[in-house]
Each structure stands twice: as structure tokens, then as C-alpha cells.
T-cell receptor
Framework: EAQVTQNPRYLITVTGKKLTVTCSQN?????MSWYRQDPGLGLRQIYY???????DKGDVPEGYKVSRKEKRNFPLILESPSPNQTSLYFC????????????????FGPGTRLTVT | GNSVTQMEGPVTLSEEAFLTINCTYT??????LFWYVQYPGEGLQLLLK?????DKGSNKGFEATYRKETTSFHLEKGSVQVSDSAVYFC????????????FGTGTRLKVLA
């Protein structure tokens, strides 16, 4: 089954304790992205990756790191989490970033609810 | 920079009522426009899309027309069902060379039987 998986689905942690949220897709997609969802703010893009070893900042990258060493995986790293990073996080992938009128659907994972105390 | 503004919810309708959720955008050039839907406890799913002016995206009875003159992409459905209850997000992706997605704040729809 074609899917985007995230782990863990739920995580409660303390301020400053490094954590990684994994994201994996089995569709051979080139484009992958991380979003956070907050009430009243909708979804905001954190980082995206055009392909292996190619990443770029979205609108809210501060406090996050990513890496893309393999095509299928795109982990999100919080080196020193803070309470303002408490949020619902989504990973998404699409065949390609596309361009012009060539647009590819993004497939979203089920989400990771993170609480930082 | 690019931005998306959509009407605040929640929107509460009776079954078979007509639905409109407004979405306007700010962007240079001709961005691609999307509506995504999020059912409770799930990730987002693409509902429909449009890539150029006057394009109409449609899916599952939902429609939206890309209006360049009013920079709008309003979502409509002629007769909603209880199963349409969800959060709806308007989104845009910039023109070539821009690979960021911008999402609106989401509009919660509740349909009563």
C-alpha cells in the first residue's frame, strides 16, 4: 500500500531533550516536506526537500533540522525542543516538486502530536 | 510574500444545504491553487486543484474556479452530506522556481442530519 508513515504518533518530552520524528514514504517520491499545524494558524511549512541531499527552508524553520540521505526518509530533528514547538506535525511527499502547470499531489502522513513541557 | 486567506469557521449546515467556503490569495504570477480536506484524526487529502486562470477543479461534488481577476478560489458544493464534515484548507504553490506551499488557516465544516 502506498503511504507516508511517521513515528512516533504521539510524543511527550521535556524542554531541551533532543528528539527525532521519522518520516518514510514507499512511493519513490522526490519531494518531501514537513509541516506543523496549530490552531488558528493552519499548516505552516517547516522544511522541504527536492531530492536526496537537497533541502530548503519553509516559512518556519527556526528550531528544526532535517536531512535527506535516502530518497524514502526525511527525518525532522529538534535539537533542543521548547514549549512553543508543541504542535501537530505532518510529513508529506509528492512525485516531484513540479513546475508551471505540472503539479503533483502531496500525500500526507497521519501526523505526530508533540508536547514539550 | 505569498499568502492565503480563507473564511473563519466553524460553518454549520444542514444536510443538502449549499456550501461556499471563501478563499483569496496574494501571489505574484500564476500560482497553483488547491483545496485539501482533513477528516478527524487523519492527515490531509487533496480534494481538488487548478493550475491556471479560469480552470475549474472538481471532485466528489465539490468545485472551485481559479479567478485571477479577484484572486479567489472559493470552494462550493451544491448539496452537502454529513460525511463532508471535516476541516478544509485552501493552499497555493508559487510559480516556477518556488517550491514552497502556503496553506490557509482552515475552515471547519459541520453538517447536521
Amino acid at each position: 500500500e502506498a503511504q507516508v508513515t511517521q513515528n512516533p504518533r504521539y510524543l511527550i518530552t521535556v524542554t531541551g531533550k533532543k528528539l527525532t520524528v521519522t518520516c518514510s514514504q514507499n512511493m519513490n517520491h522526490e519531494y518531501m516536506s514537513w509541516y506543523r499545524q496549530d490552531p488558528g494558524l493552519g499548516l505552516r511549512q517547516i522544511y522541504y526537500s527536492m531530492n536526496v541531499e537537497v533541502t530548503d527552508k519553509g516559512d518556519v524553520p527556526e528550531g528544526y533540522k532535517v536531512s535527506r540521505k535516502e530518497k524514502r526518509n526525511f527525518p525532522l530533528i529538534l535539537e533542543s525542543p521548547s514549549p512553543n514547538q508543541t504542535s501537530l506535525y505532518f510529513c508529506a511527499s509528492s512525485l516531484s516538486a513540479g513546475g508551471g502547470t505540472l503539479i503533483y499531489e502531496q500525500y500526507f502522513g497521519p501526523g505526530t502530536r508533540l508536547t514539550v513541557t | 510574500g505569498n499568502s492565503v486567506t480563507q473564511m473563519e469557521g466553524p460553518v454549520t449546515l444542514s444536510e443538502e444545504a449549499f456550501l461556499t467556503i471563501n478563499c483569496t490569495y496574494t501571489a505574484t504570477g500564476y500560482p497553483s491553487l488547491f483545496w485539501y480536506v482533513q477528516y478527524p484524526g487523519e492527515g490531509l487529502q487533496l480534494l481538488l486543484k487548478a493550475t491556471k486562470a479560469d480552470d475549474k477543479g472538481s471532485n466528489k461534488g465539490f468545485e472551485a474556479t481559479y479567478r485571477k481577476e479577484t484572486t479567489s478560489f472559493h470552494l462550493e458544493k451544491g448539496s452537502v452530506q454529513v460525511s463532508d464534515s471535516a476541516v478544509y484548507f485552501c493552499a497555493l504553490k508559487g510559480t516556477s522556481g518556488t517550491y514552497k506551499y502556503i496553506f490557509g488557516t482552515g475552515t471547519r465544516l459541520k453538517v447536521l442530519a
